[in-house]
T-cell receptor, first 117, second 114 residues
Framework: DSGVTQTPKHLITATGQRVTLRCSPR?????VYWYQQSLDQGLQFLIQ???????AKGNILERFSAQQFPDLHSELNLSSLELGDSALYFC????????????????FGEGSRLTVL | AQKITQTQPGMFVQEKEAVTLDCTYD???????LFWYKQPSSGEMIFLIY??????QNATEGRYSLNFQKARKSANLVISASQLGDSAMYFC???????????FGTGTRLLVSP
């Protein structure tokens, strides 16, 4: 158990709809990352938040948005869904300013599998 | 920008044998970190091993070792004494100097046969 919690685990919806994916980072981790993994693909970085502020942006579509709340949980909003948005969406968290032995590894949640029909 | 290349889409190995999964990287940074993650069929991402760019020795974690060749910009994962449970996708990843996002390769699917 990585300590990162993602809900829902599975979600099936129709094209044109909007969904919200939720992530609770590990206790004490200030940084949250969202990744998209399409079928048999690598992980594509979407966006990173640190302590409530956007830190880095990747290949995130304009139809997608995210935020990190004061309690550090994060939500990824996907709107006007298309068939191609079907994917496994991962949230990860990390210690941004760890000690000398900290590797900066990302701890991943189990993912939210989105199916758009 | 950082780039990770994994040229082996799939690898086969027999149980109890060793296997090497290739990873090359490209970066202009002097300080960086390299990671390997395992993704079993259940989907979760499991951290395996880490190598810092300034680490003089190759990293090892149990049956996993990282063959780090800085001049060649390669960070190959070696799994010794393969087990059936090692069958999974393996991703090589890199972060830049700070505690920033990881950039992932396309992965290698490893199948371990009895």
């Amino acid at each position: 158990d990585s300590g990162v919690t993602q809900t829902p685990k599975h979600l099936i919806t129709a094209t044109g709809q909007r969904v919200t994916l939720r992530c609770s980072p590990r206790s004490g981790d200030l940084s949250v990352y969202w990744y998209q993994q399409s079928l048999d693909q690598g992980l594509q970085f979407l966006i990173q938040y640190y302590n409530g502020e956007e830190r880095a942006k990747g290949n995130i579509l304009e139809r997608f948005s995210a935020q990190q709340f004061p309690d550090l949980h994060s939500e990824l909003n996907l709107s006007s869904l298309e068939l191609g948005d079907s994917a496994l969406y991962f949230c990860a968290s990390s210690v941004v300013r760890g000690g000398p032995q900290s590797t900066g590894e990302l701890f991943f949640g189990e993912g939210s599998r989105l199916t758009v029909l | 920008a950082q780039k990770i290349t994994q040229t082996q889409p799939g690898m086969f190995v027999q149980e109890k044998e060793a296997v090497t999964l290739d990873c090359t990287y490209d970066t202009s940074d002097q300080s960086y970190g390299l990671f390997w993650y395992k993704q079993p069929s259940s989907g979760e991402m499991i951290f395996l091993i880490y190598q810092g760019s300034y680490d003089e020795q190759n990293a090892t974690e149990g049956r996993y070792s990282l063959n780090f060749q800085k001049a060649r910009k390669s960070a190959n994962l070696v799994i010794s004494a393969s087990q059936l449970g090692d069958s999974a996708m393996y991703f090589c990843a890199m972060r830049d100097g700070g505690f920033q996002k990881l950039v992932f390769g396309t992965g290698t699917r490893l199948l371990v046969s009895p």
